[in-house]
């Protein structure tokens, strides 16, 4: 599973930052909880970090002391809201977890990735944001969701030869496939999404 580097960290080149005045601890936990609130809101491109500031009640320079920029801010919020709602594995149940997974992932933040990293892909003026997104957003969640078809695997649920790297993109594609068309999400579409999986390359299911 590919882990991206703490938000801050000397390791993310986001975030290096010369010898000055130290961080106020404020920016660190009210800049991230403030900005979800406009995002939900208002969307990735009204967001503003003069906005965020004055929801988190701290100074702008405070929230540029922290972020670089808008994505740097965005992407760390998305990233410590998202990473909480990840179970740790082993599961007692991965395909179940799968289901929930999907269900969560499709409730609390399909709609604006989608718009965020649509966003992104626009924004020409800084390439790098969408990669950061990629890094701190999409590499956990994806990586989560494949340890549990990794698991399930290796429980005998799951083919040996299984193609975990399509099943994921299956689950996943499914969730934006739904968002993009505009289809509400019925109770038990999840599930029947993982059912499918199995159904193709769970044990007993034969080579395709």
């Known amino acids: 599973m590919t882990v991206a580097p703490p938000v801050g960290?000397?390791?993310?080149?986001?975030?290096?930052?010369?010898?000055?005045?130290?961080?106020?601890?404020?920016?660190?936990?009210a800049s991230p909880e403030a900005?979800?609130?406009p995002l939900a809101e208002l969307g990735y491109a009204k967001v503003s970090m003069d906005g965020v500031a004055t929801e988190a009640g701290?100074?702008?320079?405070?929230?540029?002391r922290r972020y670089r920029d808008k994505a740097d801010l965005i992407t760390a919020a998305i990233a410590a809201n998202s990473s909480a709602h990840l179970a740790a594995v082993p599961s007692s149940d991965p395909r179940a977890e799968?289901?929930?997974?999907?269900?969560?992932?499709?409730?609390?933040?399909?709609?604006?990735?989608?718009?965020?990293?649509?966003?992104l892909i626009g924004a020409r003026e800084d390439p790098g944001a969408l990669d950061l997104?990629?890094?701190?957003?999409?590499?956990?969640?994806?990586?989560?969701?494949?340890?549990?078809?990794?698991?399930?695997?290796?429980?005998?649920q799951l083919?040996?030869?299984?193609?975990?790297?399509?099943?994921?993109?299956?689950?996943?594609g499914s969730v934006?496939?739904?968002r993009i068309a505009g289809i509400p999400s019925a109770p038990g579409w999840a599930g029947r999404?993982?059912?499918a999986v199995w159904a193709g390359m769970g044990v007993g299911s034969g080579p395709r």
């Open 9 to 29: 960290s000397t390791t993310d080149p986001r975030s290096t930052r010369g010898p000055g005045r130290p961080r106020d601890p404020r920016a660190s936990t």
């Open 58 to 64: 701290v100074a702008r320079a405070t929230v540029y």
């Open 35 to 37: 900005a979800l609130r």
């Open 193 to 195: 999404a993982v059912d």
């Open 176 to 178: 934006f496939a739904r």
């Open 133 to 156: 997104h990629r890094q701190r957003v999409v590499a956990p969640r994806m990586g989560y969701a494949r340890s549990l078809l990794e698991q399930a695997r290796d429980d005998g």
């Open 98 to 119: 799968l289901a929930d997974y999907l269900d969560q992932f499709d409730l609390r933040f399909a709609e604006s990735c989608l718009e965020v990293v649509g966003t």
């Open 159 to 172: 083919r040996d030869d299984a193609d975990l790297d399509l099943a994921l993109e299956m689950l996943v």
